[in-house]
């Protein structure tokens, strides 16, 4: 399964309702992910421009944005940034990849 790094903004609602109301949001965005057939590894929050940070698996990046469109619908989050990661040994492979081809940059037309 491929792991993804989202970072995420609640509104200003979503944080009301959170302090009268105190929830574990890992456990609903974990019954989420299983339901899509991912994994939550962890959920943090942190200062900055960010509120939090999921660490997470899906089967592909199909499954992955179908279960933060799930996630984001109810609308209480107001900024989202996903990354995709790669493994060391993922990485190695492109590098390798990368190392046996060329490829011309632009041209200053000089």
Same mark, same amino acid.
């Given at each position: ?80 940034? !996903? ?18 081809? !060329? ?8």
């Amino acid at each position: 399964m491929a792991l993804y790094l989202s970072q995420f903004a609640y509104t200003s609602e979503a944080w009301a309702a959170l302090a009268k109301n105190p929830q574990n949001r890992a456990e609903v965005i974990g019954r989420l992910l299983e339901r899509m057939g991912g994994r939550l590894h962890n959920l943090y929050y942190c200062f900055g421009e960010y509120d939090g940070v999921i660490l997470f698996e899906a089967p592909d990046d199909t499954t992955a944005v179908a279960t933060l469109i799930a996630a984001l619908s109810p609308g209480h989050v107001k900024a989202i940034k !996903t990354t995709k990661l790669l493994t060391v040994e993922e990485t190695m492979e492109a590098m390798r990849k990368a190392g046996g081809v !060329t490829y011309q940059g632009p041209s200053t037309g000089r």
